[in-house]
């Protein structure tokens, strides 16, 4: 299966730089590595081409928001955020 490949924004780098720890970072880099090869995990916002995979939290790991948009050649990382899953969306 090809994978897309992929690219990350400014916010998300600087996003990625502010998480709890490294090994955070590097569960981002796999889960960027899982989404270039299937993007379609996690659903669209209604009527747009951004969707947002939420992961709940694990051990250390915290719960995370991760933004991206794709195409057939390319995964768009725009951002990622630390969250709580249990305080309500604004």
């Known amino acids: 299966m090809a994978t897309r490949r992929i690219i990350r924004s400014e916010e998300f780098v600087e996003a ?5 720890c490294a090994e955070t970072e590097r569960m981002v880099e796999q889960l960027a590595e899982l989404l270039a090869a299937r993007p379609h995990w996690a659903p669209a916002i209604a009527g747009s081409t951004l969707r947002i995979l939420h ?9 995370l928001r991760l933004c991206y948009r794709f195409d057939e050649e390319t995964l ?15």
């Not at 992961?55 to 719960?63: E, H, I, Q, R, S």
């Not at 768009?76 to 604004?90: A, C, K």
């Open 55 to 63: 992961t709940g939290p694990y051990g250390k790991f915290p719960a």
């Open 16 to 20: 990625s730089r502010g998480l709890a």
């Open 76 to 90: 768009h990382l725009l951002l990622v955020e630390v969250y709580d899953p249990l305080r309500p969306e604004r």
